[in-house]
């Protein structure tokens, strides 16, 4: 067992493996530093706070660096590493107070996560100009929401953050402009008729949808004023940009082998980098996608946390290999539910698979419950060659999250669409259907 552990950035990925350290290896010496001030900010609950869907930011956090102290590490916070030598085993930091230290290590794990994509546009550096990722982002566009001369805002990416900040904004009193370069808005994880149906709930609830628009700059004089994108103008006071999430790779960029898509730290399945005595979780590494049987990067809190215990249990001499993972992710807007996992058609069909979907819709519980009772829409997607399942997607006012996970299970276990056929699901009208859509979408498949 190693006697000394150094994690890099104490997040969700880097907390996960400092409590599996603490939690499973008594004698290990384990150290974290953390450029932030705050650990373990969920940022889900931005949105939230935005909406003033929940009082205040007080329960967006579940660790700190007192609790993970308690346990027996010694976490800096405040503290930048700012390099690494990777063969003398030392990482080089800079402490709260400004002094630079250097510290040796066993085992290493990088946990430094992801930065915001921000587009080199002319006026990106105006006021009221917002990205969000950090506690201190959502403190600082709740403070200016304030302001009650921001009347305006422009979300720019209608991807999950976007959509969910569009809600945010409406909800809090804000008009709200969402613009995308796609064809529409959360094209990334589900197919059109689905998107289209999440444009319904925004459109309907007064958000303006400017998609198929590029952002060309932004106008104002110290703070912004306007978004001009190559087909029009908006008006806006507040612009935010969430368009996508980009590994932090700084400190290994051209020591540790990286992903050719975006740079993350490549990782195998027990998340080791290139280097035997280096490992990298979360946002900044890549993750093993049982859909594609490939390495790809998915940004997640849920990947962050499973892949830190994975390093963890490795770092400290215990093999432990991931299973991969799906993707699975969900989004609720106004009370429109929408999940998915592994591939869309779409993206199924893009990457060259010869893929097909299974389409169903109807009622959530049997037709005589007349109470609480929504439509749902499933889409299965599988190959047509294999016939496994390569992904899932749902869509209703009911919540059906739990559904997506076993399509999560079916995709990492590579089920065939045939097998689902047949599959004992339970009946109950205070929940379902005998004849379960989950089943008719699968005994309809071709
Ligand atoms: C608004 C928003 C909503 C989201 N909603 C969801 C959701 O609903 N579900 C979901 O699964 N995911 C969601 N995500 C994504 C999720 O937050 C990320 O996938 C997750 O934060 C990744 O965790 P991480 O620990 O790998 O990286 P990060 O959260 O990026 O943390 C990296 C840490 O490393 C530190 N660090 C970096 N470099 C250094 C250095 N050189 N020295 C010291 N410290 C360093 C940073 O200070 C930071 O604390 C959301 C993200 C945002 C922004
Ligand atoms: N509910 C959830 O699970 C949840 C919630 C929030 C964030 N997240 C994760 O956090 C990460 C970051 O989220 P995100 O919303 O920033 O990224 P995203 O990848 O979900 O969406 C980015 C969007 O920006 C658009 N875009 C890209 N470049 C653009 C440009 N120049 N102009 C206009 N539009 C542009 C894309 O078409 C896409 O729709 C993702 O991995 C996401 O899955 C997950």
Redesign the pocket.
């Known amino acids: 067992m190693p006697n000394k552990i150094i994690v890099v950035g104490a997040n969700h990925a880097g907390t996960a493996a400092l409590n599996t350290i603490l939690d499973h290896y008594k004698d290990v010496d384990v150290t974290a530093f953390d450029a932030n001030s705050n650990i373990s900010f969920l ?2 609950g931005m949105a939230l706070w935005i909406g003033g869907q929940i009082s205040g930011p007080d329960g967006l956090f579940y660790s700190s660096k007192e609790i993970l102290e308690g346990k027996g590490a010694k976490i800096y916070m405040e503290t930048s590493v700012n390099s690494i030598d990777f063969d003398k085993k030392t990482v080089y930091v800079k402490d709260a107070s400004g002094k630079d230290k250097e510290y040796s290590y066993d085992k290493l794990i990088l946990a430094t996560g ?1 930065t ?2 921000g ?1 080199q546009l002319p006026g990106m550096s105006l006021d009221n100009v917002q990205f969000v990722k950090l506690y201190q982002n959502a403190q600082e566009v709740i403070e200016k929401l304030g302001d009650t001369s921001i009347k305006k805002v422009a979300v ?7 959509v ?1 900040l569009a809600e945010a904004f409406q909800r809090n009193g804000r008009e709200v402009t969402l ?4 064809k529409t ?5 589900y197919d059109e008729m689905f998107c289209k149906r999440m444009e319904k709930q925004l459109s309907d609830h007064g958000i303006h949808l400017a998609f198929e ?3 060309e700059r932004l106008e104002g004089n110290t703070r912004v004023e306007k978004v001009i994108t190559d087909k029009n103008s908006y008006d806006a006071d507040m612009v935010i940009f ?4 980009r590994p932090n790779t700084k400190l290994g960029n051209g020591q540790l082998r990286q992903f050719n898509k975006n740079g993350a730290y490549e990782t195998d399945l027990m998340q080791q980098t290139s280097h035997p005595d280096v490992y990298a979780v979360g946002d900044c590494s890549t993750v093993y996608n049982n859909a594609i049987e490939d390495t790809d990067y ?4 849920t990947n962050a946390v499973r892949s830190g215990i994975i390093a963890a249990h490795n770092a400290c001499g215990t093999e432990l290999k991931s299973p991969g993972v799906q993707g699975s ?3 609720s807007i106004w009370g429109l539910n929408m999940v998915s996992t592994g591939l869309s058609l779409d993206r199924a069909k893009k990457l060259g698979f010869d893929a097909a979907a299974t389409d169903y819709e109807d009622w959530q519980k049997a037709g005589f419950m007349e109470k609480d009772n929504y439509k749902v829409v499933i889409r299965i997607v599988y190959d047509k060659k294999t016939r496994r399942i390569l992904g899932a997607q749902l869509c209703s006012d009911y919540d059906i999250s739990m559904s997506i996970h076993l399509f999560s299970m079916a995709i990492q276990e590579k089920v065939t669409i045939d097998k689902l056929k047949l599959f004992d699901l339970f009946f109950l009208p205070h929940f379902n259907q005998p004849y379960n859509y989950i089943t008719m979408a699968a005994l309809n498949a071709e």
């Open positions: 940022g889900c992801s915001p994509v587009p720019v990416g209608g991807g999950y953050i976007g969910e613009i995308d370069c796609a808005c959360l094209s990334a994880y628009e590029k952002v969430c368009v996508g999430f998915i940004a997640l809190a992710n969900g989004i």
